[in-house]
């Protein structure tokens, strides 16, 4: 068996995109996991349904019966960062970045991503006029790969990947009395002698 020469950088990437093999890891992670966890312009990041469709990550939101696409800073034309994980182990495979184009309802490339995403939408309470309401309520959005992979496997950073927990007035239990075992007990004894 002969061995190819190794490619060139200029080879291996493209204005358009990711090199060959990195192309082929996140179609394969995007295509194999049912959510990315998606970064736009603004917000932290947010796990997301989707599908793999003609190059894209394509997804719906934004609608009163869909995944909230707000605060994430997902409009037209901006930029936003896709994060796929590994379908065998659960953890992250690769990052990268991704131009946003927002489908215009009705268009050819909004039909066919409306097409490949009502096979995917489960439990749609209107599953026979879902594109109807997407088409009235919600966005269609393309994520198209706009580079190289900020993280893929040998290139994935040393720190913690922990994001700091958003800030809300909830509050968890507070601890157990410490008698309140001993209440119990007494309880369910008292309990027992009456029966």
Do not use: F
Not at 21 to 35: F, H, T
Not at 70 to 94: E, F, N, Q, W, Y
């Amino acid at each position: 068996m002969t061995e190819l020469p190794e490619p060139s950088p200029a080879e291996r990437s493209t204005a358009e995109g990711p090199a060959a093999g990195d192309r082929a890891l996140l179609e394969e992670s995007a295509k194999k996991s049912g959510l990315v966890w998606v970064r736009g312009a603004g917000g932290p990041s947010r796990a997301l349904w989707h599908v793999w469709h003609e190059g894209a990550v394509c997804l719906v939101g934004d609608g009163p019966l869909e995944q909230p696409l707000d605060g994430l800073g997902l409009s037209d034309g901006g930029t936003a960062t896709v994060t796929a994980r590994s379908k065998d182990k659960g953890g992250r495979l690769i990052a990268w970045p991704a131009r946003v184009v927002e489908l215009a309802p009705g268009s050819e490339p909004w039909e066919a991503a409306v097409g490949e995403l009502k096979g995917k939408r489960l439990n749609a309470p209107d599953a026979d006029t879902v594109a109807d309401r997407w088409a009235r309520e919600c966005r269609v959005l393309r994520l198209e790969p706009a580079g190289e992979p900020s993280q893929k496997p040998g290139t994935m950073p040393d720190t913690s990947h922990a994001a700091v927990p958003r800030a809300t007035p909830a509050t968890t239990r507070e601890a157990a009395p410490a008698a309140l075992p001993g209440l119990l007990l007494r309880a369910l004894r008292a309990r027992r002698r009456d029966a």
